[in-house]
């Protein structure tokens, strides 16, 4: 059966719906205008093709993001090659600090007299403890307790040496050189603390430490001057404390304040502890000083003085630093518990310096280089005799020799220094021959034969020529590193005299004299130290504005 047949459905064609065009994209900026063409020269009529005209909108385009960045770059590696140098540096510097604060002491036991790391391996050399006492002291964790077999020594009044490198000090081992005792206390000058330094009065400018900022770096400083209970009688310490400040002045040392102090007699003590009080802000503070200046004296006294208030200074005097004449009694730097309000104190090892009597002469000697007392001037000529100085030499023990090629009206040489060397007067024709006679036996130090062969003599020679400005006052004093000061002073030629050759001698004349030490030891020339009851008279305090005035540190005592 066929299907039925189905009509074609047929339906309307409709065009299909048209999209609206999108919209140009607005920008939130102006395209920036195309620089002018520059001005090209117009050819002589009928020469050479006409220059085209560029249609309007053609030249050259606005720099992109890629031509942004390339210049960015372009820039950096050009900036890049000109700070290379200053980067190399500033790594350096860092690499420097790095390894000085590596240098830094650490949590390891040390001896709390010397600060040198204990140990049991070898007898005898400094830090060394017997082996029972050591193992019994870390059960009990009070290695901090401990006192080394060679501090032992000390306490008992040996001389047991532990540094070398100057001359050397013979006997006993040489275990530590000068050098890594610096080394020790490279690390000082990145740390952020309160440096007191400390310098000898009777030794001012041999234990001055004239580059003390290669230790202590930026850090303040307070300068605290010792042993001035061992100037001479009547001594106005007001005149002494203007002329170390005027002295400080001059060396360009920038200083918070400067204090006269005596560790025997705590003159001074206090003023110090309030400076550093006031100054120690949460630092730690550092004793510095160059070696035998009395750097372990001065912790002692601190502590002592400190102990009344303060129950952690009272604590900390029962495990004090060992105080010798030895040079290099510290060999590391020592911690010490003193403060309440935080911050700790460290006992510094001494600056060894090569130019000072210590460095040259024997272990056994040192003690006779230290006063033990008030310092008398011993004057040549003596005030009752008419004995002039010209053509005589003056020997200070065997370790000065001073020849007087000329000498002025009225002049004398008075020496300041330890009671235990004795001075000497001899022609200078006869000086060579006394000398070579006579040291180790008239001439201590050096003290006996054997000393004496090794002894390398008086190699170092300077000559000073002086003339006085005034009649009335000193010249100058000439100061021997290590051992004291000679000044050069008239002996009370009167004011109204009316002797004109001796007017005109004091005016034109000049003072020439032949110095000699044992080398390295140097000679310094300095204006005079005013000390005795005639100082008041002569010393005079310069007149300063009063922005010089404020500038200098101020001074107490």
Partial sequence: MASPHLPFLSFPKTPPPQLAAPRPLTLPFRPRAAPAAAPQPTPPEGVGPAAPTPPEGVGPAAPTRGDRFLGRQVATEAAARVLAPDDADRRLRRKEKRRALAKKPSGLASCYGCGAPLHTAEE????????????????????RTVLCARCKLLSHGHMVTAVGGHGGYPGGKQFVSAEQLREKLSYLRHEKALIVKLVDIVDFNGSFLARVRDFAGANPIILVITKVDLLPRDT???????????????????????????????????????????EKKGRDVYILGSANVGKSAFISALLRTMAYKDPVAAAAQK????????????????????????????????????????????????????????????????????????????????LVRIDVVKALPRMRLTFYGPKKLKVNVVPTTEADQFYKTE???????????????????????????????????????????????????????????????????????????????????????????????????????????????????????
């Fill in 439 to 557: 040291v180790g036996v008239t001439l201590t130090p050096p003290t006996g034969k054997e000393t004496a062969e090794r002894w390398a003599g008086l190699q170092g020679v300077r000559e000073l020529k002086i003339k006085y400005e005034e009649r009335d006052r000193p010249a100058c004093d000439i100061a021997i590193s290590g051992l004291g000061w000679i000044s050069v002073e008239p002996s009370g030629v009167p004011s109204n005299s009316s002797d004109d050759n001796i007017e005109e001698e004091y005016d034109d004349g000049e003072l020439h004299l032949m110095v000699h030490v044992p080398k390295p030891v140097e000679v310094f020339v300095r204006p005079p130290l005013p000390v005795g009851k005639a100082a008041s008279e002569w010393y005079r305090y310069q007149e300063l504005t009063e922005e010089e005035e404020e500038l200098r540190p101020k001074w107490h005592y």
């Fill in 236 to 278: 106005d310490l007001n005149c002494v404390g203007d002329w170390v400040v005027d002295s400080v002045v001059k060396k360009k040392l920038n200083v918070l304040s400067v204090h006269l102090t005596s560790s025997k007699s705590l003159v001074g003590i206090t003023g110090v502890i309030s400076e550093i009080q006031q």
């Fill in 319 to 398: 495990y004090k630093p060992i105080q010798s004449a030895v040079p290099g009694t510290t060999l590391g730097p020592i911690e010490i518990e003193a403060f309440l309000g935080g911050g700790k104190l460290y006992d510094t090892p001494g600056v060894h310096l090569h130019h000072r009597q210590a460095a040259v002469i024997h272990a056994d000697d040192l003690p006779s280089l230290a006063p033990q007392s008030r310092l008398k001037g011993r004057c040549f000529p003596a005030n009752d005799t008419d004995v002039e100085l010209s053509g005589n030499s003056l020997f200070w023990a065997g």
């Fill in 124 to 143: 005898g050399a400094p830090g060394y403890v017997d082996p029972d006492t050591y193992d019994l002291k870390r059960r009990h964790h009070q290695l």
